[in-house]
């Protein structure tokens, strides 16, 4: 494709549509991971959980012929896209005091969920990215670099939000185990029961994305009930021991 010709600028419009919209899941992920950090350090996250997240998109760009030949591994990145988040959900709590002085391991602990989830969801991505470009490497980086602000700055206006608004962390989880669903239905070994146009295929298809979100929802709301009724339990043993 010659460089600056109209096909190739048609090319990288593609590339940003692809960025604007599959990078709104990655700025939930990055948002949420971050959300339980000290101030001090959630800009540090969402900047080194990005650079982060764009070092594994890159390396899997460079593989997406390989990854292609990889059968189920839409259905294993869905399933752990899935567990992630749960987890997101999961560990939601109200005292911020006590997670304050994590620092550190909780940085980490940011940092790892935030690349391993974009591994997993970044399988879209790759592929939008590498089919828009047509096997131009010069697109294909400069899609790279053109999701880096895109996430960054879709990443500090969530986290803002769930800082005003603590109900758009369940919103993301249930965008995240949406993508997960759709991640898993396309998986291509899965085609028999979701890939075709015949209605049961499509409820079947359909039924599994809400089946996703609500199953993400209920374990988190369970585990988060069972949290609060343990905790209440340790402060009423406290009270009668004092």
Known sequence: MELFSAPWFSALL????????????????IALAARSLPKEHQRKAIVWGTVGAIVVRSIMTVGVVW???????????????????????????????EHASAGVTTFWGAMKTIVIADALMGIDNVLGVAGAAHGDFTLVVLGLLISVPIVVFGSTLVLK????????????????????????????????????????????????????????LTAGWLKTRRDRASEEGRAGNDKVTA
């Open 14 to 29: 593609a590339i940003i549509l692809i960025d604007l919209v599959l990078a709104g899941d990655n700025a939930i992920v």
């Open 67 to 97: 990854l292609l030949k990889i059968p189920g591994l839409m259905l294993v990145g869905g399933l752990g896209l899935l567990y992630i988040a749960y987890k997101l959900l999961a560990d939601t709590h109200d005292g911020d005091d």
């Open 161 to 216: 939000l769930v800082q005003r608004f603590p109900i758009i962390i369940q919103i993301g989880a249930a965008v995240l185990a949406f993508t997960a669903g759709k991640m898993i239905v396309n998986e291509k070994m899965l085609a028999t029961w979701f890939g075709g146009s015949a209605t049961s295929n499509q409820i079947a298809y359909w039924g599994v994305c809400a089946l996703c979100i609500v199953g993400v």
